[in-house]
């Protein structure tokens, strides 16, 4: 496919010039520091174990690509700490505002910690618009997310 000069080219044309089809996965970031995240920030994603787009940068939060689309996210967020009875949460935010939230009540104290999954496809504009997953819980105690990880894949324009 080539593109013809004065030619506007639509979001779909780009994706499959820079070889990214609807269906492909573009991001698997991970959390692996122990470091606690405070009350409902948004995890920083210390691994990488793709990024197609470039649209991560290490030990950040965002994941903001340059390709216009729809993306599907799914994080699982891990609580490594966890009172029984505690409400856990995750969310995920397009440029601060929630698209998606999970909410769950752990039933004891796990040695091992709680997971819990959201899932939600999100439209960016490929310029300004940035994802961002979210941690917390109702104990207003800072969150160890180590384990997490969030898998985004390109959904078409």
Do not use: K
Request: glycine share 8%; with cysteine.
């Amino acid at each position: 496919m080539t593109i013809a000069a004065g030619q506007v080219a639509r979001a779909a044309d780009v994706a499959v010039l820079a070889g990214i089809l609807p269906g492909t996965c573009v991001a698997r970031l991970r959390r692996t520091s122990a470091t606690t995240i405070p009350q409902g920030a948004a995890i920083p994603w210390d691994a990488e174990d793709l990024d197609t787009l470039d649209a991560h940068a290490a030990n950040t939060t965002r994941f903001q690509p340059t390709i216009a689309g729809r993306y599907l996210v799914h994080a699982v967020v891990r609580h490594q700490v966890v009172t029984a009875g505690a409400a856990i949460f995750a969310t995920i935010t397009r440029n601060g505002v929630a698209q998606a939230s999970v909410v769950a009540s752990a039933n004891s104290s796990p040695s091992a910690g709680v997971g819990v999954a959201v899932v939600d496809v999100v439209s960016l504009n490929g310029s300004s618009d940035y994802l961002e997953v979210t941690v917390g819980n109702n104990q207003s105690v800072n969150v160890n997310a180590s384990g997490s990880v969030v898998t985004i894949i390109y959904a078409g324009a």
